[in-house]
Each structure stands twice: as C-alpha cells, then as structure tokens.
C-alpha cells in the first residue's frame, strides 16, 4: 500500500485544516488507518485511528479532531479544528493490517511521507 499526505501548510492559532491520505495499491476500508505527529526533536505520537472497531483520539485532540474515511476515493482524512500552536508537527498517515486501530506507531506497517502543519499564534 502506498500512501499520499497532503494537506498540511501555515496557520494560525483557531484555524482549520483538513489533511488527506489517498492511498494506492490496497484499500482503505482494508486496514485500519492512523494519523500519527512529529514535532522536532520529539517522538512520533498517535493522533487518531479508524478501524472497524471504530475511531480513537489521543485525549488531547479529543472534540478538535476528527478522522474520518471515503472508501469511493479510497481516502482517510484528518479535520483538525481551533487548531493551537502546540499542533505543530509533520502529520503522517499510516495503515496497519492489524484491524483493531492501533496507537503504536510500530503496529503499523506501511506510512505516508507526512505533511507539515505550522500554527502560528
């Protein structure tokens, strides 16, 4: 499976963005899909996943948040609400093949290049 971030760019703090994920050679529905972040000189960090079993938050972008999947355009997003300036990170997609949504980054076996957002304040 191949993943494609996009979305990503420079805002301020309270803006909105929504990231997608497209992905190629495996479907979506498929797989559960996680959102996961990296700020400089940080670790990456969950964000979100979607699985069958359903969705799941890091407590922090709980109600900010939202993932969501577009199984026609084979496509998981990522709204991102009253966004803060802590936000700021590379944003990556990633899909496990484990259906039970993940909040491990090595849980997951295929990752997209990640997409930067900057918050301004």
């Known amino acids: 499976v191949q993943l494609q971030a996009s979305g990503g760019g420079l805002v301020q703090a309270g803006d909105s963005l929504r990231l997608s994920c497209a992905a190629s050679?495996?479907?979506?529905?498929?797989?559960?899909m996680g959102w996961f972040r990296q700020a400089p000189g940080e670790e990456r960090t969950f964000v979100a996943t979607?699985?069958?079993?359903?969705?799941y938050y890091a407590g922090s972008m709980k109600g900010r948040f939202t993932i969501s999947r577009d199984n026609a355009k084979n496509t998981v997003y990522l709204q991102m609400n009253s966004l803060k300036p802590e936000d700021t990170a590379v944003y990556y997609c990633a899909a496990a093949r484990m259906g039970r949504g993940p909040t491990v980054p090595g849980m997951y076996d295929y990752w997209g290049q990640g997409t930067q957002v900057t918050v301004s304040s």
């Open positions: 979607i699985s069958f079993t359903g969705v």
């Open positions: 050679g495996g479907t979506v529905s498929a797989y559960s």
